[in-house]
């Protein structure tokens, strides 16, 4: 009985997620450039990719630079805004809901929306930033700051992480706030010695979650930049995108998936391994 | 006394310093809508005014003048309802097997439905447009909704068998006792008890599929198959320097969204999603 109510999943997982991953494992070892039949070549995408393709490092590099800024950034904003919202007072239902609201905009009406946000003379943010005698830089257009540029679009999106910290934050029993002031804590000491410990499953689960997505960072890329200036943004996922449909190298694409997979395995089984900062109860 | 004047204090710094980051997050959206509005030669002044002056509400006429927008919008729509449908059904009746009934390697399968959410979608995308090509599905719907009616979306399985979890056993050992089959009680006591994760796994996959780029830029070639997102941005190809009209289609596909989340906030807001994440 419990097979027949499964079933639809089984039949499903079978289709479209072993099935392929199998026929992707094997790609990989070939060349298959669509018009003929894959052709068995061994490891030599691999060795391709690692040895003499500069692009390909280029993306790492691209995407590497990109998850650095993007993981702290975007756990410090959502942090802060958590611990901002975490408080029984009028409105606040209203501001969570406000501050949550943009991360329903995604994909091309996010990268539209921003392509105009971050237009070097007539944008938005280089207005505001004139408003107080700053020049701001070229952005998308500056090889320089184009990935900082994906950064701070992306706090633009950071409600799903803060709803997750306010979620913690409100776990954390009040008595505990309350005897710690009566030793006379402070706001910071309350935030430095109670919050953040109670609050580390959370913020691994945010990290873990928020590394995974930054790796296959691609709609907004291909929409806003398509890479430039000068690869600057070519991430990996849209390198491998360029590979598979746009050069129809499918089986130099399908190593590069392959790659992928097992460095965000890898990273998160690091992240696992050194999670003894992580204080969970009981 | 004075405790009481500290408090006040504290809370007005603290509304002044929340309104302030709210209108960091909310200006961008009401410079959009400004920007929507305007003709096009007051885009490009100095210093920038916020209310446009005439104010050009023909930008949306011809925003969805400039693409077959009717056509763009029934196609997101014959996707979304599909896979919407499909997902809703598969996803609760899979997540029954996995939580109301006991039976050897459920557990060791649900694992398995866990797994597949760490592999990355890159690794799956190229074979499956390979096959997908071979049976001839490229350039039609069904690689965008298909895959919905066999719960493809893990999540939404790991959502509702938690979900499901919390729903008292008693009430299936009664229904058992009156002659009730398994299916029945899928159908008639725990799908209209769920309602509330399966809203909240509908509105997931509307906003999913409604937001989806990569999938109809794969799939869909021909420019009557396309949907609002790849009409959106073919738009941007054509008309890349009107971004008055390019707003004001961009505002055209955020509408449906915010009258969803105004409908629903709580599902948003409140974290059911997060039941599962502590279970």
């Excluded at chain 1, 002031?181 to 109670?198: A, E, K, S």
């Amino acid at each position: 009985m419990g097979l027949f109510f499964i079933s639809p999943w089984l039949i499903g997982f079978l289709l479209f997620t072993l099935g392929p991953i199998i026929f992707s494992f094997y790609l990989s070892f070939t060349d298959y450039q669509v018009i003929a039949a894959p052709k068995w070549i061994g490891i030599e995408n691999y060795r391709e990719l690692i040895k003499s393709d500069p692009l390909f490092w280029k993306s790492l590099y691209n995407t590497l630079y990109y998850v650095a800024f993007r993981i702290p950034t975007g756990i410090l904003t959502a942090l802060s805004l958590a611990i901002l919202l975490n408080r029984k007072l009028k409105g606040v239902t209203i501001f969570r809901s406000l501050f949550y609201f943009p991360s329903l905009i995604s994909g091309v009406v996010l990268s539209v929306i921003w392509l105009w946000i971050l237009a070097p003379e007539f944008g938005l943010l280089n207005m505001v930033l004139s408003f107080f005698k700053l020049k701001g830089p070229l952005w998308l257009t500056d090889p320089a700051w184009a990935k900082l540029a994906f950064v701070i679009m992306a706090l633009w999106s950071v409600g799903p992480q803060m709803i997750i910290f306010l979620a913690g934050l409100q776990d954390i029993p009040e008595q505990l706030y309350e005897s710690a002031h009566i030793d006379g804590t402070n706001w910071w000491q309350d935030i430095r010695y109670i919050t953040l410990p109670l609050l580390t499953p959370s913020i691994f689960y945010n990290i873990v979650v928020l590394v995974i997505g930054a790796f296959q960072v691609f709609t907004q890329a291909f929409i806003m930049t398509n890479g430039g200036p000068v690869d600057s943004t070519l991430f990996y996922v849209l390198y491998l995108y360029n590979n598979g449909f746009r050069y129809f190298k499918m089986g130099y694409a399908s190593s590069m998936a392959w790659i992928l997979f097992i460095i965000i395995f890898c990273l998160t089984l690091i992240q696992f391994r050194f999670s003894s900062w992580v204080h969970y109860e009981r | 006394m004075n405790n009481r004047k500290i408090t006040i204090v504290n809370n007005l710094i603290w509304y002044i310093i929340i309104c302030v980051l709210v209108f960091i997050f909310v200006f961008p959206l009401l410079w959009i809508f400004s920007t929507a509005l305007k003709t096009r030669d007051q885009l490009f002044v100095y210093p920038p005014v916020l209310i446009p002056k005439p104010v050009a509400w023909d930008n949306f006429k011809k925003a969805i003048n400039a693409i077959p927008f009717l056509l763009y919008l029934k196609n997101t729509l014959i996707i979304v309802v599909f896979s919407l449908l499909g997902d809703i059904i598969s996803s609760s009746f899979v997540a029954y097997g996995f939580s109301r009934i006991d039976w050897p390697g459920r557990d060791i399968l649900f694992l398995v439905l866990l797994g597949t959410m760490m592999i990355p979608y890159q690794v799956t995308l190229i074979p499956l447009f390979i096959v997908y090509r071979m049976i001839g599905w490229v350039n039609t719907f069904f690689p965008l909704t298909v895959p919905s009616f066999f719960a493809t979306a893990a999540f939404h399985v790991f959502l509702l068998r938690q979900f499901y979890h919390t729903i008292p056993k008693d009430l299936s050992d009664a229904a058992y006792i009156d002659g009730c089959s398994d299916l029945r009680i899928w159908w008639k006591i725990i799908l209209p008890l769920a309602k509330p994760a399966l809203v909240t796994v509908g509105i997931f996959n509307f906003i999913n599929h409604w937001n989806d780029f990569l999938g109809p830029l794969i799939y869909l070639q021909e420019d009557k198959k396309y949907t609002l997102a790849i009409g959106l941005y073919a738009f941007r190809n054509e008309f890349g320097t009107d971004w008055n009209l390019m707003m004001a289609a961009a505002i055209l596909m955020v509408i449906p969204l915010v009258a969803l989340f105004l409908s629903a906030q709580k599902v948003f807001v409140s974290g059911i999603t997060l039941t599962g994440l502590k279970g």
